[in-house]
């Protein structure tokens, strides 16, 4: 991160501190740092900022981290939360920073996490903890979760899920843009991870060898990740990742649980709460925006004024409520609802909704590109067939997307080509809503298929698309052949795919329309699917595929919207 960036971060969290509503209470600060040793002698670097007060005990907020380039960041936070009344500590990964040992990502979390809170409870400053955690720093309190029970009070964990499976893969498709870039930018050695690399990166192939022939490094995490495509794989049904994945059931102190409809981390975050033992979840907050990442708003062209993105003030407000005032909250759950600019209060996640909104994919009647078509409110008796060649050599590029970290620029509900707007891309438009569309939950679209190859890939886009015919971005996704069907598919069979879509709240309004784009590709968003069948990682080669989409008649093509 450059040092230009690293400012504007300080300044907007100064900002959020600010208008936190809780005072600063003292003027006085006791800074220092100690190497805590673990339980095999590793010493991680930690530094601690006390208040200078009368008291003797201090409510702690714990964060563990692997990210030394934030390191001032993380000393304002530290001055900030002091200057409240709370002891901040802030923890280096093992083997970054000046912490010992090698850096390894993600494993040995959970017990540098629990020796470290051990340590903490002998200090005599020590009072309730806490465990405050963003993006990697939230898996490592996720980590340790279900380990800490009577000794950490509460956390608050933001844009992290525990099913890591969901975050690497869709139905086969590698997400390249985020764990392509992560672990690029935080190999062993540093490396050359610039944007035009990291391309180059994911084009390379075979994607098993990327680490030693462009990184000249090993990478044995995303080997591991490159080459463990379904979740029935051992490597996510053991070890670390099952243990991970389960931690949400277990665990039983109240959390605070943050997401963003356009995180990348969104549909693990959303795996993790659904799984949330309730003894834990009865006492726990749920809340979704409309941002990316790093809690922007992503939201081309809409108001945003009551969005309130920044952890800080929920982040002061949950540790004040269970950590200097000791209460259990009552569970609550608060989603934005993109498009009308509201907050709404429900009872639970996901909605239990009635019956979806469906529309039929068919022809246009009269002239048209011959890549565009119109969803029917009812299913068209006629079959009918659109045709398209797929070159994995000129893959369509990701215009906007939820699984994205690096190119997190395109990340959210962003203004979108016109239909058809290349041969490869199929346009289906509604006619305009007579009513609002409130969507809330997961969109699915039911494809017939057939293609000349052994195994290739289908994608989908959903858009609105307002009176002036702009169209922007809601939600896309993904399917592959080879994980749709138990038996090798025959190249020339007609078969029947399936194509879901991260939960949503999203209201389009009356007079607009609904576009869905049908493709092949979205890259880097995730694999250019090379049209081979095998291990995605390991092929080499290349060919053209010739697509059918089959609507109408006895292949009745169709997109479900959850609507409330």
Same mark, same amino acid.
């Given at each position: 991160?450059?040092? +230009? ?40 670097? %930690? ?20 990210? /030394? ?18 002891? =901040? ?44 955690? =963003? ?9 340790? #979760?279900? #380990? ?13 899920? %525990? ?5 690497? =893969? ?18 062993? $050695? ?20 990327? +680490? ?41 102190? /109240? ?31 749920? $809340? ?23 952890? *800080? ?43 979806? $909104? ?5 022809? %246009? ?45 395109? %990340? ?39 293609? +000349? ?17 702009? #169209? ?27 194509? $879901?879509?991260?939960?949503? #709240? ?11 784009? *049908?493709?092949?590709?979205?890259? /880097? ?40």
């Amino acid at each position: 991160m450059s040092e +230009d960036y690293i400012n504007l971060m300080i300044k907007w969290y100064e900002d959020q501190y600010k208008n936190s509503g809780v005072p600063e209470i003292c003027g006085n600060i006791r800074k220092k740092s100690e190497m805590v040793p673990m339980r095999d002698g590793v010493r991680l670097h %930690t530094l601690i900022f006390l208040p200078e007060t009368e008291k003797k005990t201090y409510p702690v907020i714990l964060m563990r981290t692997c990210y /030394p380039a934030q390191d001032t960041v993380y000393r304002s936070h530290g001055e900030q939360l002091a200057r409240r009344g709370f002891a =901040y500590v802030c923890q280096y990964s093992r083997g970054r920073e000046k912490s010992q040992g090698e850096w390894e990502p993600n494993v040995n979390e959970r017990n540098d996490g629990t020796d470290t809170v051990d340590w903490l409870k002998d200090q005599e400053w020590c009072g309730e903890i806490g465990y405050w955690g =963003y993006s990697y720093s939230s898996l490592a309190g996720w980590a340790m #979760a279900d #380990a800490v029970e009577g000794k950490v009070n509460s956390m608050f964990l933001a844009h992290y899920g %525990t099913d890591r499976f969901v975050s690497a =893969y869709e139905k086969g498709e590698f997400r390249h843009d985020i764990l392509t870039s992560w672990s690029m930018e935080n190999t062993r $050695e540093p490396i050359d991870a610039s944007y035009p690399k990291y391309i180059e990166s994911c084009r390379y192939r075979p994607q098993t060898e990327v +680490d030693i022939k462009l990184w000249g490094q090993r990478s044995e995490s995303y080997h591991n990740y490159i080459t463990n495509t379904r979740i029935t794989d051992p490597y996510w049904q053991s070890g670390w990742w099952k243990e991970l994945r389960e931690i949400p059931g277990k665990m039983k102190i /109240p959390i605070y649980m943050i997401s963003g409809w356009y995180d990348h981390h969104h549909g693990s975050s959303m795996k993790a709460w659904e799984n949330l033992n309730e003894e834990s979840k009865k006492h726990s907050w749920l $809340e979704i925006g409309g941002w990316n990442h790093f809690m922007e708003p992503c939201l081309q062209d809409k108001k945003t004024d009551h969005m309130d993105p920044g952890e *800080i003030g929920r982040m002061l407000k949950w540790f004040c409520t269970t950590l200097i005032d000791k209460k259990a909250p009552e569970q609550k759950i608060n989603i934005y609802r993109i498009g009308e600019d509201k907050w709404r209060q429900i009872p639970d996640w996901p909605v239990n909704g009635g019956k979806p $909104e469906r529309f039929w994919l068919e022809k %246009t009647v009269g002239a048209g590109k011959k890549n565009t078509g119109r969803l029917s409110p009812d299913c068209p008796m006629k079959g009918e067939a659109f045709c398209y060649v797929y070159d994995p050599d000129d893959p369509v590029e990701t215009v906007s997307g939820e699984g994205l970290l690096k190119t997190m620029w395109k %990340t959210g509900s962003l203004l979108q080509p016109e239909p058809g707007y290349r041969d490869d891309v199929l346009s289906f438009l509604s006619d305009p809503l007579e009513k609002d569309m409130k969507i809330c939950g997961k969109i699915r679209i039911r494809l017939f298929v057939k293609s +000349d190859c052994e195994d290739t890939a289908f994608t989908a886009k959903v858009m609105e698309v307002d009176p002036e015919g702009k #169209a922007y971005h809601i939600r896309s996704s993904v399917t592959t052949l080879s994980h749709e069907l138990l038996e090798t598919y025959n190249p020339g069979d007609e078969v029947e795919v399936s194509i $879901e879509m991260w939960d949503i #709240a999203y209201t389009v309004p009356s007079g607009y329309c609904i576009r869905i784009d *049908i493709s092949s590709s979205d890259f /880097p968003q995730y694999n250019i699917h090379s049209n081979t069948k095998g291990l995605w990682s390991e092929q080499t080669e290349t060919k053209k595929a010739h697509q059918t989409i089959l609507a109408g008649g006895e292949h009745p093509s169709c997109v479900d919207i959850p609507v409330m």
